[in-house]
């Protein structure tokens, strides 16, 4: 569970000493170290990080809103919003800090209230620089929703350090069709005397917040004032809310509040101040407890699973430990980067998309398939076959042959993925970069010069030959949606998860775990295109200027059947006899099998190159366009093929169904 809401215990009020500080920085030193490296101290931490503090904040009054679906009057739900927000703030009195954002880290947990029940909240680190979170509350049993981003911008100024805060929130009561847009969640934060002196945290500057379905706005100031005999500084806000605040031409101020975050806050009419009342007593307002996942059930990027020995030692106060447990953390987010980095792959959020036309974070849609990516790797149980960067073409051809696999990724010296290199690109390689796509017919002083240049290659120069297999990155708990939506896109294979725990996402993998899905209990219920046929399914159709496949007949040669496959950017193609007789298939998967002693077979009829390289007997499997895509889908995972032909009553080749037109069936 997560410390947050700890507030008890001996490390929340842990002097920190000079010597502790000064040795967590020590103990990082070492001879040559890069200083840009240093982490900051344990001993400055709380052992938590900002996604749970911001979990805490957005959800432990979140009952109040849900009181608001009782209310009848726009403009007192526009008040009961304007309270809940302002509640959200306190006097801050923290002596450190949570720990960094992390990109990907995500976290989940939820409050169970007495009267309203469960309530969940996600929140996911969405970009590293700068740091923006964004955060979803929905609620379908209550009809309210809560979403949007939070980033921060941060300056230091001698013995201060401002806080600007930016981002988008937006908070939804779908039962009366009314969205309550926020300028910003958070107001901006000063924070005094970090070095020298009594701490201080003082929230500034303002929020606006509007709903155009009922017309109402509101705009809050956030200020410090001193208080008291002693004059000891507190957190303050006044606010105004009416319709069209903010425009000086149309603005109509209805209502005033005044008062001190944590603690009383008044309300009053703006053209009579004597009408005071309580708009709301901060110290009397009840929260509701967090709960969190057992670590069983928390995924790899999960904040509680990832600081969690940090956590530890810090509680212990044994921060020797902690600043080591802390900079292994960070030095495997360092090696992620330097991953994203080399493949040039952006972070791809897993539970929020963008939304253009809100300028903001929005929670996406909730996935079909609960399984994640991980988790369909993992029940592959197939360690992952690499490719080094120092291999030639011929080497990385025959790891693959070897290996009985169509795709590896190429790692470099310190086995971060470089890009990957499939059988299309080998068929790049050697029907266009070779020179085999200039002139079919080859002299044998050609042929040796190209076996030169097949086995001295570096495998570099396959990486996205065919300018079809790009790379694409999926963390291992997004949901198995976010695939599919991949491979549709044009994907053959996907690397999920970092440099410590690479796995290979293909299309096969994904059929194979919707198969076994389909056929247990009453699953196949969910999905009412599998007893449609692929004629009703429009599966299989090919272009209007083609009656039939692309393919070739079995006179014409191996050459010439992977340059079609390469001039058409596919995979696999038909072989048929002179009357288009359906005979077999001719796949870039067949390219792994040759070396640069057999490049001389390409020169063979296709079928001849195929029993040369020992695949005459692979299976041809074929059905009718009144099969149905059950059907489809159960040739296509038990006979171990990625294209099912589609014949006619005389073994004509009509259309060819892949894995790919699967798999969107099941996107849709």
Not at 452 to 463: A, D, E, N, R
Request: charged share 20%.
């Amino acid at each position: 569970m997560s410390l947050v809401n700890e507030t008890n215990n001996d490390w929340r009020y842990r002097k920190i000493t000079l010597f502790g500080a000064a040795r967590g920085i020590v103990s990082q030193l070492n001879h040559g170290q890069d200083l840009t490296h240093i982490s900051m101290p344990a001993v400055f931490l709380y052992p938590f990080s900002i996604l749970e503090l911001g979990a805490l904040r957005l959800m432990n009054k979140i009952h109040y809103v849900y009181d608001l679906n009782q209310v009848a009057d726009p403009f007192e739900r526009m008040k009961g919003v304007s309270r809940w927000f302002v509640s959200l703030f306190e006097q801050e009195w923290q002596e450190r800090k949570p720990y960094n954002p992390i990109l990907g880290k995500t976290h989940k947990c939820w409050t169970e209230h007495e009267k309203y029940g469960r309530t969940d909240i996600i929140l996911e680190q969405i970009m590293h620089h700068p740091p923006i979170t964004a955060f979803g509350i929905n609620t379908p049993k209550h009809q309210v929703k809560v979403e949007g981003n939070l980033e921060f911008a941060v300056e230091f100024g001698g013995n201060s350090l401002n806080l600007t805060s930016r981002g988008y929130a937006r908070l939804t009561l779908e039962k009366f069709g009314e969205e309550y847009i926020f300028s910003r969640l958070w107001p901006d934060m000063l924070v005094t005397n970090v070095i020298i002196g009594t701490r201080k945290h003082l929230w500034q500057n303002d929020v606006h917040l509007s709903c155009a379905q009922s017309g109402y706005s509101a705009q809050f100031t956030f200020y410090e004032e001193a208080e008291g005999y002693w004059g000891e500084i507190f957190n303050f806000v006044e606010g105004v809310i009416g319709k069209n605040i903010g425009d000086e031409d149309e603005e109509e101020i209805q209502f005033i509040i005044t008062g001190k975050l944590g603690d009383v806050v008044k309300i009053h009419p703006y053209d009579d101040p004597d009408q005071t009342e309580v708009f709301l007593e901060g110290k009397k307002l009840t929260t509701t407890q967090l709960q969190y996942p057992k670590p069983e059930d928390q995924d790899e990027m999960e904040s509680l699973k990832i600081w969690s020995e940090v956590n530890k030692y810090v509680v212990e106060d044994d921060m020797y430990s902690a600043d080591a447990a802390k900079l292994q953390v960070e030095e495997a987010q360092r090696k992620k980067r330097a991953e994203r980095k080399t493949t040039g792959l952006n972070y791809r959020p897993v539970y929020f998309v963008h939304d253009s036309a809100l300028n903001g974070w929005v929670l996406a849609p909730p996935p079909k398939f609960s399984v994640t990516c991980g988790a369909v790797c993992d029940a592959n149980h197939r360690a992952l076959i690499s490719i080094p960067e120092t291999a030639t073409v011929q080497e990385a051809a025959e790891i693959l042959h070897g290996n009985n696999i169509l795709c590896a990724p190429v790692l470099n010296n310190i086995d971060l993925p470089l890009g990957l290199v499939d059988v299309l690109d080998l068929l790049s390689y050697i029907v266009g970069i070779s020179g085999f796509f200039e002139d079919i017919s080859k002299s044998p002083e050609t042929i040796s010069q190209n076996k030169l240049q097949y086995s001295t290659s570096p495998v570099t120069s396959l990486i996205s030959a065919s300018g079809v297999n790009l790379t694409w990155k999926l963390e291992r708990n997004s949901p198995l949606d976010l695939a599919l939506e991949t491979f549709t896109s044009g994907a053959h294979r996907i690397l999920v998860g970092d440099p410590k725990n690479l796995s290979i996402l293909t299309q096969s993998h994904v059929l194979k775990y919707l198969w076994q899905m389909v056929n247990e209990g009453d699953n196949a219920q969910q999905f009412p295109k599998l007893s449609k046929t692929l004629k009703q399914l429009s599966l299989g159709s090919v272009a209007v200027l083609l009656d039939r496949p692309i393919s070739i007949t079995t006179n014409m040669t191996a050459i010439e059947g992977f340059r079609l496959l390469y001039v058409s950017k596919i995979h696999g193609l038909a072989i048929v006899t002179e009357d288009q007789k359906l005979v077999g298939n001719l796949s870039a998967s067949h390219l792994a099998c040759l070396t640069a002693n057999r490049l001389e077979d390409l020169l063979l009829p296709v079928l001849e190159f195929k029993q040369a390289i020992g695949k005459a007997d692979e299976p041809l499997v074929t059905c009718h366009d009144n099969a149905s895509l059950k059907e489809a889908m159960e040739l296509l995972v038990n006979n171990h093929v990625h294209r099912l032909y589609i014949v006619d009553e005389g073994n004509r080749p009509t259309g060819v169904v892949s894995i790919s037109d699967v798999l969107a069936q099941f996107r849709d």
